[in-house]
């Protein structure tokens, strides 16, 4: 028993001799945060043609007396864009757990 009790400290003794590395970048960080960046202006921008093609095709079906297709557009689009916006928080969320 006294051979493995020594095993460990010198095993310990070795990871306490182990300087603290001072973080840096993953390779291709940059790269890899700039499409995040594009990502997410291209969910803002089709969040907002989507709000807007569905209003505008909400005033057509009303104005034509059609059926209503588009609020069901309407709150579709509305739900994408609060994933799309909670997105962060929710992988943050998950991460740390």
Same mark, same amino acid.
């Given at each position: 028993?006294?051979?493995?009790?020594?095993s460990i400290?010198?095993?310990? /003794? &070795?990871?306490?001799? &182990? *300087?603290?590395?001072?973080?840096?970048?993953?390779?291709? $960080?940059?790269k890899i945060?700039? =499409?995040?960046?594009?990502?997410?202006?291209? $969910?803002?921008?089709?969040?907002?043609?989507?709000?807007? =093609?569905?209003?505008?095709? =909400?005033?057509?079906?009303?104005?034509?007396?059609?059926?209503?297709? /588009?609020?069901?557009?309407?709150?579709?689009?509305?739900?994408?864009?609060?994933?799309?916006? *909670?997105?962060?928080?929710?992988?943050?969320?998950?991460?740390?757990?």
């Open positions: 028993m006294s051979i493995i009790a020594a400290v010198d095993a310990v /003794s &070795v990871y306490a001799q &182990v *300087s603290d590395p001072t973080p840096e970048a993953p390779p291709l $960080a940059d945060m700039q =499409f995040v960046q594009y990502a997410t202006w291209l $969910a803002i921008l089709s969040g907002t043609v989507s709000i807007v =093609f569905a209003g505008g095709k =909400f005033a057509w079906e009303k104005w034509s007396g059609g059926a209503l297709q /588009s609020p069901k557009m309407v709150a579709g689009a509305m739900i994408g864009g609060v994933v799309a916006t *909670s997105a962060g928080t929710i992988m943050n969320t998950v991460l740390t757990i």
